[in-house]
C-alpha cells in the first residue's frame, strides 16, 4: 500500500481505539462515537425534545467541528461556499435522521456495533450497501443537486462552528435560567444520556478524530461507492481500521459480546435494521457524505453541509416528539412509515435532480 492509504488505515486504528476507550471512560456500550445519536442528545440538550434520557450537549460533536475547522484553516483549505440545493439538503438530513434513529445509530456506530459482536449491525450494514448502491444508481444516471459555490466571505461558513462553540461554554459554564425548570441546556439523570466520559477527555477525543477525519477525508459511504464505481478501496481502509482499533479494545476490556440478544441500546427487528440503513446510504451518498463527513464538511466552511447538521438535530426533534424513534423495544408504527416515506422520498429526489 503507499503511504496514504497507511495514513488512512492507521487512523481508523486510532479512531477505532478512542471510540472503546471513551465507552471504558463512561460512554454508553457501544457507542463511543455516533453522529446521529450525539447530535440527537444535543437537541434533547436544547430542549428541542423532551425525552428525558437522552439529553446532553456531547462534547464529542463540538471536537469533531472544530476540530475540523483548525484543521482545515491550518492547511489552508477552510472557504465559505454553499448554494447547492440547500433548502433539499436541510430535508435529507432530516430523513437521514430517521433512517438512523429507527435503527439507533449512524453509519459509524454501525462500524463501532459490529466491532462489539452486535451482530444485528450485520443486518443493518447489508442494508447500508444496498442504500449506497441505490444511490449510485442515480449518480450514474447523472444526479446532481447543483454546484456550490464559493462566498467572498468566510463568515457563514464559521457561523455553525461558533454556534457549537457556544455550547460549549454553556456546558463548560452549566448556567441554569430556571432552577426548577431547566434551561438553556437540560441533561439526562437516567438512561443514555446520563452515560459520558469525562467532558474534557471527550472533548480532546472529538479534536483529535475530527482532525484525522478532514485530513483523510473519511466517509463510510463514500467508501462503498467508490468501491463499486471504480473499486477504489482507499477510504473502506479507514472504517477497517476502526472496526479492528475497536475489535481489539472491545476484546482487551471485555466488552465484546457476540449475539442479537441484548445488545446495548439495539433492537432486534431486523427488517427495519436494515432499511433504516438503507435510507441512511442511499440519502448520504446523494448528499455527497455520511453523517460524519457532513460534520467535517461543515467544520471546513460548507455551509450545504451544515444544512444537513440542522437537518439532522431538527429530524432527532421530530423522532421522539412524534415517536419515530427506537427502542430496545422495537420499532414504533409511526417509525416504521417514516422510513418507508424517506425511502420512497430519497428515490424521488434521486429521480428528479438528473442533469439532461
Not at 114 to 119: F, R, V
Not at 312 to 332: E, T, W
Request: some cysteine.
Amino acid at each position: 500500500m503507499n503511504r496514504s492509504k497507511w495514513f488512512i488505515l492507521i487512523a481508523g486504528l486510532a479512531i477505532g481505539a478512542i471510540a472503546a476507550i471513551l465507552v471504558k471512560l463512561g460512554n454508553p456500550a457501544n457507542m463511543g462515537f455516533c453522529i446521529a445519536c450525539f447530535e440527537r442528545d444535543i437537541a434533547g440538550a436544547l430542549g428541542l425534545h423532551r425525552a428525558g434520557v437522552v439529553q446532553y450537549v456531547r462534547p464529542e460533536i463540538i471536537g469533531l467541528i472544530l476540530g475540523a475547522m483548525l484543521t482545515s484553516m491550518f492547511a489552508g483549505e477552510f472557504k465559505a461556499r454553499g448554494g447547492s440545493s440547500t433548502l433539499v439538503r436541510f430535508f435529507m438530513g432530516v430523513f437521514m435522521m430517521i433512517g438512523a434513529l429507527v435503527f439507533l445509530g449512524c453509519p459509524l456506530r454501525d462500524v463501532l456495533r459490529m466491532a462489539g459482536g452486535d451482530y444485528n449491525a450485520v443486518v443493518a450494514f447489508l442494508g447500508f450497501i444496498a442504500g449506497v448502491a441505490s444511490g449510485v444508481f442515480f449518480l450514474r444516471r447523472g444526479f446532481n443537486l447543483g454546484r456550490a459555490e464559493n462566498s467572498h466571505s468566510n463568515v457563514g461558513g464559521l457561523l455553525l462552528p461558533l454556534f457549537f462553540a457556544f455550547l460549549l461554554f454553556l456546558l463548560l459554564k452549566g448556567t441554569v435560567f430556571n432552577p426548577e425548570a431547566g434551561g438553556p441546556l437540560f441533561f439526562s439523570k437516567e438512561g443514555p444520556g446520563s452515560m459520558a466520559a469525562p467532558i474534557g477527555i471527550s472533548l480532546a477525543a472529538g479534536l483529535l478524530v475530527g482532525l484525522l477525519a478532514q485530513r483523510t477525508r473519511l466517509c463510510l459511504s463514500g467508501g462503498i461507492r467508490d468501491f463499486i464505481l471504480i473499486r477504489d478501496n482507499h477510504l473502506l481502509l479507514g472504517f477497517i481500521g476502526i472496526f479492528l482499533g475497536a475489535l481489539i479494545l472491545n476484546l482487551v476490556f471485555g466488552f465484546f459480546k457476540p449475539g442479537f440478544a441484548e445488545q446495548p441500546i439495539a433492537h432486534t427487528m431486523h427488517i427495519w435494521n436494515f432499511l433504516g440503513l438503507y435510507l441512511v446510504g442511499i440519502t448520504a451518498t446523494l448528499l455527497g457524505g455520511c453523517p460524519l463527513r457532513q460534520l467535517i464538511l461543515s467544520g471546513e466552511g460548507d455551509t450545504d453541509a451544515a444544512a444537513v447538521v440542522v437537518g439532522m438535530i431538527v429530524g432527532a426533534a421530530l423522532c421522539h416528539n412524534f415517536l419515530l424513534a427506537a427502542s430496545g423495544a422495537g420499532v414504533p408504527i409511526y417509525g416504521q412509515i417514516a422510513c418507508v416515506v424517506g425511502i420512497v422520498v430519497m428515490l424521488w429526489i434521486g429521480w428528479s435532480y438528473r442533469e439532461a
